[in-house]
């Protein structure tokens, strides 16, 4: 559905460099800090930059170096952290702009969306919140029978009880349509985990991991150690480490290994937030 190959864009200090796909019927999480690429990577599949070399194949065709065609466009679902719609348009307005522009749009979905998350239909936007505006981008990309979701932060600003709706949404979305994909990206691990096949994380413009989640919840945890038990760890199966004040933090993707040889060690289930954490400020040993 999505392959990034070395896509590379230079901002000054910062450089992406990614590397990413997205199979068909998936749901991919990009995961990373403020400031990592997220957002640079989502523009440079949408062609609203332009990367200076690499290739970027969307639904099976190179695309880098063109615009996207108004076809290719109408296959994209699109949630952007940084952007959204004219503030003195209604709902009702959006619902007009989308049936203008997408040929598939499904008026009765998105009225049936706005009652689901209380979206007022005859409300300028500038009156709205900050979640509600995220419920209405989430909504507008929902209902043009896209083929590629790219969602950049759609939870932001939204309660737990509005998450969780807007994350079954893209559950049932995948269900009906089961030959869609999603790359989404969410500060909230717990979205990430509860959703996604698997996830990429990228620090300082690079992908440094890729997994499938099942993998990272079942396999990886973090090894609590003493500083005598750190010295006497066989360390072959150890990606990070961190110095702590009771000893040493150790990141493993073996979690039985050290389970069956150390049962005296402490151990915390992998997780995004540990494998975030451990990946950006751990040590390689």
Not at 138 to 154: F, Q, R, S, T
Not at 235 to 243: E, T
Request: glycine residues 6%.
């Amino acid at each position: 559905m999505l392959e990034l190959k070395e896509v590379k864009k230079v901002y000054n200090s910062f450089t992406l460099d990614v590397s990413l796909s997205v199979p068909k019927g998936q749901i991919v999480g990009l995961v990373g800090a403020n400031g990592a690429g997220k957002s640079t990577t989502f523009k440079s599949i949408l062609h609203l930059i332009r990367p200076r070399s690499g290739s970027i194949e969307l639904f099976g065709t190179e695309t880098m170096g063109r615009d996207l065609t108004k076809k290719e466009r109408e296959r994209l679902g699109v949630v952007l952290s940084d952007s959204g719609f004219f503030i003195y348009l209604t709902a009702s307005d959006i619902m007009m702009v989308q049936r203008a522009m997408y040929p598939s749009f499904e008026k009765d979905r998105f009225l049936k969306l706005c009652r689901e998350l209380e979206i007022p239909l005859d409300k300028q936007i500038k009156d709205f919140s900050t979640g509600m505006k995220a419920k209405l981008k989430v909504a507008a990309a929902l209902c043009h029978k896209a083929d590629l979701l790219i969602l950049d932060e759609p939870t932001a600003g939204l309660d737990v009880i509005a998450r969780d709706t807007v994350l079954d949404l893209l559950r049932d979305y995948l269900d009906e349509r089961e030959d869609a994909s999603i790359l989404i990206s969410s500060h909230i691990s717990s979205d990430l985990e509860s959703i996604c096949d698997s996830f990429y994380m990228i620090h300082n413009g690079s992908i440094i991991f890729h997994e499938d989640t099942d993998v990272l919840l079942s396999e990886y945890a973090v090894l609590k150690v003493t500083d005598q038990q750190y010295n006497d760890l066989d360390k072959k199966y150890i990606i990070r480490v961190r110095k702590e004040n009771f000893g040493w933090k150790c990141l493993t993707h073996k979690k039985r290994f050290y389970a069956e040889n150390y049962p005296d060690a402490v151990f915390e289930n992998g997780g995004i937030d540990d494998l975030v954490l451990m990946m950006v400020k751990g040590e390689v040993l």
